[in-house]
């Protein structure tokens, strides 16, 4: 069992920083590939980065590449998100969420997830 614990949303205005952190609980973080997902209000989740268990590769979607950036310390159990440059249409609720590695499925697809913390919410003004 994995709980995770998203922190760091907020308000902001268009063009500014951010910093999300997602806290998990228990010794086998390293364990699980994680992510980040969001879900703006009337439109379906969907995959914002994602990260390797030992924190090799990471994968990113097209809207977001450039201006976000997922890490993990594995050492303090935390992934985070930077994102810079945030757009009004980054807001949303933004969740973490870990997948066992080696497991089936892909890492880009929520449904392909074991895992999921309870969301933050990130609002841009314009």
């Known amino acids: 069992q994995v709980q995770l614990v998203e922190s760091g949303g907020g308000l902001v205005q268009a063009g500014g920083s951010l910093r999300l952190s997602c806290a998990a609980s228990?010794?086998?973080?390293?364990?699980?590939?994680m992510g980040w997902f969001r879900q703006a209000p009337e439109k379906e989740r969907e995959f914002v980065a994602a990260?390797?268990?030992?924190?090799?590769?990471?994968y990113y979607a097209d809207s977001v590449k450039g201006r976000f950036t997922i890490s993990r310390d594995n050492a303090k159990n935390t992934l985070y998100l930077q994102m810079n440059s945030l757009k009004p249409e980054d807001t949303a609720v933004y969740y973490c969420?870990?997948?066992?590695?080696?497991?089936?499925?892909?890492?880009?697809?929520?449904?392909?997830?074991?895992?999921w913390g309870q969301g933050t919410q990130v609002t841009i003004s314009s």
């Open positions: 969420a870990a997948k066992r590695r080696l497991s089936s499925g892909s890492i880009r697809l929520g449904v392909d997830y074991d895992y």
């Open positions: 228990g010794r086998t973080f390293s364990s699980y590939d």
């Open positions: 990260i390797s268990w030992i924190g090799g590769r990471t």
